[in-house]
């Protein structure tokens, strides 16, 4: 089978230079992925377009044979919101809600009852390892719990592809890499696939291949263990 995304001989410029500048990349089902490069060479411009939120000014982006160019603003956030997933370096947890009621929250927006959603909320808390915080607001929660409270909302909705970007750029090492062995446990044993972007080595080694970006252009690597 072809890739599940793909992108070909992406151009994005935001002025004079190119943030991105013909990069390309291919992501199969169930695959992770480490895009990797220095701070400026394009990783979030790379991950934004594959996730549809930012359009290149050229190339192509295929997602499970669709071309994302050729959809309109409504048909794409219902693609995001239906087979994507998303962690950012900063959780973005709402403040308001308790952690069960965040994990909960995009089954809430898809219209699941209340009760449902927090049930399906808490057993994803149980494979992160943070059910016991469920009644807790994520100021009452350390960084690393925060951070594998947002990796459980994220795969809820049982997306096809986790887009990650710096999940662990907040955390010591010894909770980044607790985060990155349980969101890749996780999205392993949901069959879905990872984008996660990172400066990091000792994070990329959780993927099973990685690309890397310089100067907007990508390269893919064998991974040398
Ligand atoms: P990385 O994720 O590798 O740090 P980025 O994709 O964030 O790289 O940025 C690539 C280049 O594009 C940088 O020079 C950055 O300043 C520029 N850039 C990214 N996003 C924007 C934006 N929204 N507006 C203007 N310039 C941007
Ligand atoms: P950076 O990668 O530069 O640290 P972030 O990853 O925090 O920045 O967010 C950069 C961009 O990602 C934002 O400008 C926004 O367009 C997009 N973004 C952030 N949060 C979300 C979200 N929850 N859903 C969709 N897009 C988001």
């Known amino acids: 089978?072809?890739?599940?995304?793909?992108?070909?001989?992406?151009?994005?410029?935001?002025?004079?230079?190119?943030a991105l500048d013909g990069a390309d990349f291919s992501i199969h089902g169930g695959e992770v992925v480490a895009v990797m490069g220095?701070?400026?060479?394009?990783?979030?411009?790379?991950?934004?377009?594959?996730?549809?939120?930012?359009?290149?000014?050229?190339?192509?982006i295929t997602y499970a044979g669709r071309e994302l160019s050729a959809m309109n603003d409504t048909e794409r956030s219902a693609l995001r919101r239906s087979d994507f997933g998303f962690v950012?370096?900063?959780?973005?947890?709402?403040?308001?809600?308790?952690?069960?009621?965040?994990?909960?929250l995009p089954l809430r927006l898809n219209g699941a009852g209340r009760r449902d959603a927090e049930r399906?909320?808490?057993?994803?808390?149980?494979?992160?390892?943070?059910?016991?915080?469920?009644?807790?607001?994520?100021?009452?929660?350390s960084g690393g719990q925060g951070q594998r409270v947002a990796v459980a909302r994220s795969l809820v909705t049982n997306p096809k592809?986790?887009?990650?970007?710096?999940?662990?750029?907040?955390?010591?090492?010894?909770?980044?890499?607790?985060?990155?062995q349980l969101l890749t446990d996780a999205a392993r044993s949901a069959g879905a696939a990872v984008v996660l972007v990172t400066h990091?080595?000792?994070?990329?080694?959780?993927?099973?291949?990685?690309i890397v970006v310089r100067d907007g252009r990508s390269r893919d690597m064998e991974r040398v263990v």
């Open 1 to 18: 089978a072809g890739p599940l995304l793909a992108a070909d001989s992406l151009h994005k410029a935001y002025g004079p230079t190119p």
């Open 38 to 60: 220095p701070s400026g060479s394009g990783k979030s411009t790379l991950l934004h377009c594959l996730a549809g939120i930012v359009t290149p000014d050229s190339g192509t």
């Open 88 to 104: 950012f370096q900063f959780g973005q947890l709402v403040p308001e809600l308790t952690c069960v009621e965040n994990v909960a």
């Open 120 to 141: 399906t909320a808490l057993a994803w808390m149980e494979r992160l390892e943070v059910d016991d915080l469920g009644g807790k607001r994520p100021g009452e929660v």
């Open 161 to 180: 592809v986790l887009f990650a970007d710096e999940p662990t750029g907040a955390l010591d090492s010894l909770n980044g890499e607790r985060v990155m």
């Open 200 to 210: 990091e080595a000792r994070v990329a080694a959780y993927s099973d291949r990685e």
